[in-house]
């Protein structure tokens, strides 16, 4: 069996017997897989991340890692199968430097020192980071928060990386960088982005939702698009039209 992740007919609502803001969503993820999910704001698209790393529970339908069901993992092994980078960093970051913020997890982990410093290097050199570290991430620019929760979750080094928004806020040369470590980074990634242009830079594959239902999940060929995801294609044929009437 080669899928990494199995979603099957999932539903959920915030309010028992309220409206299901992930209404029957169904996908499968392969190992060391790069998917892009699109879609207007309230889609359910932060929900269904959510889900997916374990923080909601309450839901109908299957989510299973490597064949076992994710309500069975425990909350270590959880939280290195399947992580997240929130959408607000602000409810990420809560150590007092950047340097301990990236290395919390890694000594809850038990990774050993040298091991851990060198992870730490690392991600701190990709995202940009290094004259920060002792730093209070409250001090931090929204974007410069952003990398910092980005390289946090990223040194864990999870089974599946799922980010939710994680270009917004980010300056172009910031964007690249990103755009850079993801694509050194081998695991399955799952990427919750506004950014088609983030979204064609780190990925093969589109799942496109509205009003918590799956209405697209394919490759970003020009007919597949212009056929079954319409807004997508309309924005890319935008973006290319306003180039060109800039001479661009
Ligand atoms: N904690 C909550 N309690 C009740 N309703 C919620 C809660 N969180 C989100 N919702 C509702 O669920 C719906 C989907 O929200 P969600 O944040 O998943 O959308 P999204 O696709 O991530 O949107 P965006 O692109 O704006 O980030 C929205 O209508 C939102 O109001
Ligand atoms: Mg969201």
């Known amino acids: 069996m080669n899928n990494l992740i199995s979603v099957e007919n999932l539903k959920f609502s915030y309010d028992a017997g309220g409206a299901f803001i992930i209404d029957g969503v169904s996908f499968k993820i392969n190992h060391g897989e790069t998917v892009s999910i699109m879609g207007p704001n309230g889609a359910g698209k932060s929900t269904l991340l959510l889900a997916l790393v374990g923080i909601l529970k309450d839901y109908s339908g299957s989510i299973e890692i490597s064949g076992r069901k994710l309500k069975d993992f425990d909350e270590k092994t959880l939280y290195k199968t399947v992580n997240l ?54 001090h931090l620019s929204f974007g410069q928060k952003k990398r910092l929760a980005l390289a946090s979750v990223m040194v864990i080094e999870p089974e599946v990386l799922m980010l939710d928004e994680p270009s917004s806020n980010l300056d172009y040369s910031s964007k690249l960088k990103l755009i850079e470590t993801l694509a050194g980074f081998k695991k399955a990634k799952i990427i919750v982005t506004q950014d088609i242009h983030f979204a064609l830079a780190v990925s093969e594959r589109l799942i496109y939702m509205e009003n918590g239902s799956l209405i697209y999940d394919g490759g970003f060929d020009a007919d597949n698009l212009k056929r079954k995801c319409g807004s997508i294609y309309k924005e890319i044929s935008d973006f290319k039209g306003l180039a060109a009437a800039r001479g661009l």
């Open 85 to 138: 980078v929130f959408q607000n960093p602000e409810n990420q970051l809560f150590c007092d430097t950047v340097e301990e913020e990236i290395l919390f997890a890694l000594k809850n982990l038990g990774v050993s020192k040298d091991g851990a410093v060198e992870k730490l290097n690392f991600y701190a050199a990709s995202l940009g980071l290094e004259k920060f570290m002792k730093l209070e991430p409250q």
